[in-house]
């Protein structure tokens, strides 16, 4: 193979370089949970330590950032939705579910309710790619729940989670934890949601 023929390489970025990425990332989500999408970038830059020309040459513009913090969000919900889910009790991993979506947003104010609505006024039709995941784990639960007969055995699967994902993307949990805590916010949700979907005393539905 001669030298017009070696593939290229790429080289993993330099430990200061991915210092500096993360950090960006890092001043990004306090400023985006603190101020929203009207953060600017020149003060993520200034807190992250940076200038606004390195800021850009690890992300190409405020979209890319902001998808990019995005993308660090979603991961992180669906990995603790997944440890959640894991519950023995439906119940219990329901409600540790809302709990683990409510502490998104705690971490990543506005963004999560754009993540989870699926678009925003300068991400449209946006969403992570891994929100399919966390439809199908609040799904699962859900029907394990009819299954082992601790939610009501008429309940609608799609509609019940659709109805969820529908009250976090309202903004209610950022609403209710203004005038509370996050976890006091996370089971007032799971309160009123389980309350309608349990199975009710004597038996099944």
Known sequence: M????????????????????????????????????????R????????????????????????????????????????????????????????????????????????MLRGQGDELPDHRPESFGDVIELMASVLRRGVEDGSFRSDLDVPVATAALLSTFASGMLLALASRRTYSGAADAVADFFLAAIATPQGGKV
Not at 16 to 24: C, T
């Open 2 to 41: 001669n030298s017009a023929e070696e593939p290229i390489r790429t080289s993993p970025l330099r430990s200061d370089a991915l210092a500096n990425r993360e950090a960006i990332l890092e001043a990004a989500r306090q400023l985006f949970a603190e101020k929203g999408l009207a953060a600017e970038i």
């Open 43 to 114: 003060q993520i830059a200034e807190r992250a330590g940076v200038g606004v020309g390195s800021l850009y040459r690890h992300f190409e513009s405020r979209e890319g950032l902001i998808r990019a913090v995005m993308e660090v969000a979603a991961e992180d919900h669906v990995q603790r939705l997944r440890v959640a889910a894991g519950q023995r009790d439906s119940k219990a991993a329901l409600r540790e579910m809302i709990h683990a979506t409510a502490g998104l947003f705690e971490r990543f104010g506005v963004l999560t309710e754009v």
